[in-house]
């Protein structure tokens, strides 16, 4: 799925005057479809009908003049959306919404204007559904995600806001025809990739089915009106056994006491495409075109139903599914089963209550339609909560619009499955999503200290993937950090904006407390002994010196020094600078001794290294230092301390051009953990050469982290490469050893960086 484009003007409009007469018709054309809108309003107030009825006439004024591709005033169009709001029995603050929601982007209205005239919560709704043209992007991407997030956090914010928006881009997609051919392409596609997926999310279950059989009308011109006609056939030739399974039907529930109300229900053409296309079938192969729903009182006959059903036919094994007991993602609930109709026709039927309809059909439009009906048995106050309240968690952690994107689009197609805690709480997570996606849906104190976890009583790797009815146990510790790794494997957005927010936190710190150690070495080298404290005494000081360095806050310096962004004895220099202009000046005998020993390898101001670094710390990959080798410290720019051996090639390389960037580094004596080694071992090739290698690497208790063939030699002999993990060069000296005493083995080394590397 692309980048998003937020476009609300796919209606092209002209800003030409009509003649007299074509505008006294267009105005007349206006008032009709104005008061074939007010019929569907009779739900609301009298006040509120006029607030809506001001609305319209502010709406009318804007769009004067401006007319639609079929030549019709552009204000019918803000009417069919406000109509399509009516249905779901949205309140007033939406249908005037609605009604202004082009005027803030076309009509040169603002929004002060629109806070004026019709109150700030109303002008919010039209602010949150228009794109950003105004603002300034570098490409047209990133237009395009960042007014996709205005819109969506405007929507997470206040339901409303999508509502409107599908309502808009449905009426768009009827009217698509109108609009030059060369744009059907896009806009279809933006609709089938963002909006009908969102429908989905938020149960909008009509809206979506539309949206997709109106985008595959325009993608696929050719083949949905094939397809059309041969649904149109086959629905001729199987109207009479439709009609018989259906009076069948009303008999046996009849029989059985049974007051229901049956509808039937047809697959969508885009439907029956996708499941053609992906199981590769021909229409004839396709079954389950037809189906009944079936409406009852109460939920208890929704079970009976199903009992009668599967008397009256033989079931489909595995097509059952109870989505009463267990609803969907959305909030829909149901009961569905497929079964072999008359001439061995599967037929399926999907068993509800009204309540269980209104919200399969309206989604999060329930809320208002229930409101209007039954106002004392309301259902939740919004159904797709959860999602609406996830994609503000994301946008807390993310910044980046185009990041932003990548990690909601993951949550849009959640083709859910069901598990279980150990206290037997259900938890719905999208397919695919792995325990560590569990954790964080829990909580993101969980996710961040998860370290293992258990699996129906079993122990498994934390990148599993969830399955229907697992029991999921997460094993947490107090002081255990999000692993980098799991990026690799996460399925949720949330998961993946709070593994990504924590590294990035870990990250600055830990940069900025090398920066302040970088800081402080160079300072001893301008004998400054005692780093300035962060108290009043020094904050004209330290304010001159962010001036200077452009820095907004002093972390920010510190991180900056320690990812390699600026220099630190420039920044010392010029605090130096400023010290002495306070009347602090350099301790000669500091400077004497700082400057005597500046060419020695270990200075009190080094840097010591024990394996504890994470992001702030870097280890070359060129030349794989480990405790005992000679070692130097580059500043890269942006990429913190990068550690090459004395003798890399590549730091050679770098301290000839960048000497001001190379550090002092030295080991500390007691490294926490293994560190990486790269060798080369050249084996006679036979039968489990590699496992006897594997073996001699095992007995020197050295990790094998990766490997690598070479092409086997002219001697019949194979080169491999390997990536071991080693405690230091004592311990990489025992396993070369090793391995040289081992028969396959001709020669194992250390690999040697070339200078061209």
């Known amino acids: 799925m692309g980048t998003p484009t937020n476009i609300n003007n796919t209606h092209q409009k002209s800003a030409q005057t009509p003649p007299a007469a074509a505008h006294a018709a267009a105005v007349n054309a206006a008032a009709a479809s104005f008061a074939g809108l007010t019929s569907k309003l009779d739900y609301l107030s009298p006040e509120d009908l006029e607030k809506v009825r001001q609305a319209y006439r502010f709406a009318d004024e804007a769009h004067l003049g401006q007319l639609r591709n079929n030549g019709e005033p552009y204000i019918t169009h803000p009417i069919a959306v406000a109509a399509q709001c009516a249905e779901w029995k949205i309140d007033a603050q939406a249908l005037m919404a609605a009604l202004l929601h082009d005027a803030l982007e076309d009509c040169g209205v603002t929004k002060a204007e629109l806070i004026e005239r019709f109150g700030s919560p109303v002008a919010e709704l039209v602010d949150g559904l228009t794109k950003l043209d105004k603002l300034q992007f570098n490409t047209r991407e990133e237009n395009q995600a960042e007014s996709f997030r205005k819109m969506l956090l405007a929507m997470a914010r206040d339901v409303r806001v999508i509502l409107i928006k599908l309502a808009d881009r449905s009426h768009n997609m009827r009217t698509l025809g109108d609009v030059p051919r060369s744009k059907w392409g896009r806009i279809a596609s933006e609709t089938i990739d963002i909006y009908a997926p969102i429908a989905h999310r938020l149960g909008l279950n009509q809206t979506y089915r539309e949206l997709q059989d109106l985008s595959f009308r325009y993608l696929r011109p050719w083949r949905y009106a094939i397809l059309s006609k041969a649904v149109a056939k086959a629905r001729s030739r199987r109207r009479d056994l439709i009609q018989k399974v259906q009076k069948e039907m009303e008999a046996a529930l009849a029989a059985a006491g049974l007051s229901a109300r049956i509808a039937g229900r047809e697959k969508t053409l885009y439907s029956i495409y996708k499941k053609m296309d992906s199981k590769h079938l021909s229409f004839a192969q396709v079954t389950d075109i037809y189906g009944f729903r079936v409406i009852l009182p109460r939920v208890i006959d929704c079970y009976t139903t199903l009992g ?32 072999v109709g008359p001439s061995n026709v599967n037929v399926e039927f999907q068993m509800r209550t009204d309540a269980m309809h209104v919200v399969a059909e309206s989604g999060v439009a329930a809320h208002w339609l229930y409101k209007v009906n039954n106002p004392d048995d309301a259902p939740s106050d919004r159904l797709g909560t959860k999602w609406l309240q996830s994609l503000l ?52 104190n969980v996710g961040d200290r998860t370290v293992s976890a258990r699996i129906n009583d079993e122990q498994v790797p934390l990148r599993t ?112 600078l400023l010290l002495a202009d306070s009347g602090q000046r350099p301790d000669a005998l500091l400077l004497t001794r700082e400057r005597f020993t500046a060419h020695e390898s270990a200075t009190q101001g080094s840097i010591t290294l024990d394996g504890s670094e994470n992001a702030s710390v870097q280890f070359a990959k060129c030349c794989r230092a480990i405790p005992g080798d000679a070692i130097v410290g580059y500043l890269g720019r942006g990429e913190g301390l990068v550690v090459h051996t004395h003798e890399c090639p590549v730091a050679k390389k770098l301290q000839h051009k960048d000497s001001e960037r190379f550090i002092t580094v030295e080991w500390s004596d007691e490294p926490v953990r293994a560190f990486e080694a790269g060798i080369i071992v050249t084996a006679k090739n036979g039968k489990g050469v590699l496992a006897k290698v594997a073996a001699a690497l095992a007995s020197a208790e050295a990790d094998i982290v990766h490997i690598d063939m070479g092409h086997d030699g002219a001697q019949g002999d194979v080169e491999f490469r390997f990536v071991i993990g080693v405690r230091d060069t004592n311990h990489l000296a025992v396993a070369l050893r090793n391995l040289n005493r081992t028969a396959p083995v001709m020669r194992a080394d250390r690999r040697k960086v070339s200078a061209a590397a």
């Open 393 to 444: 968690d994301i946008q807390d952690e993310t910044r980046d619009a185009g990041e932003f994107w990548d990690h909601v689009k993951v949550d849009l197609f959640p083709d859910a499955v069901y598990v279980f805690t150990p206290k037997g709480q259900i938890m719905a997570m999208p397919r695919g999503a792995t325990i560590v996606d569990f954790a964080y849906a829990i909580h993101s």
């Open 465 to 576: 993937e969830l399955k229907n009815g697992d029991v999921v146990e997460v094993v947490t510790e107090s002081l255990a950090t999000p692993n980098p790794a799991w990026l690799g494997f996460v399925r949720t957005g949330r998961a993946r904006s709070k593994i990504r927010h924590h590294l990035k936190t870990m990250a600055h710190t830990e940069s900025e407390e090398l920066g302040e150690k970088l800081l402080a070495q160079a300072l001893r080298a301008e004998g400054i002994d005692r780093f300035p404290d962060d108290d009043s005494t020094y904050d004209p000081i330290w304010d001159k010196l962010l001036r200077f360095t452009g820095s907004r806050t002093r972390q920010e310096l510190l991180t900056d020094i320690g990812l390699g962004k600026r220099i630190a004895h420039i920044v010392a220099k010029r605090l130096v």
């Open 308 to 339: 009668v059903l599967h008397q009256l036919y033989k079931p489909l094994p595995g097509k059952f599914k109870d989505h009463i007991a267990i609803a969907k993602l959305n909030g829909y609930q149901s009961l569905h089963t497929t079964l």
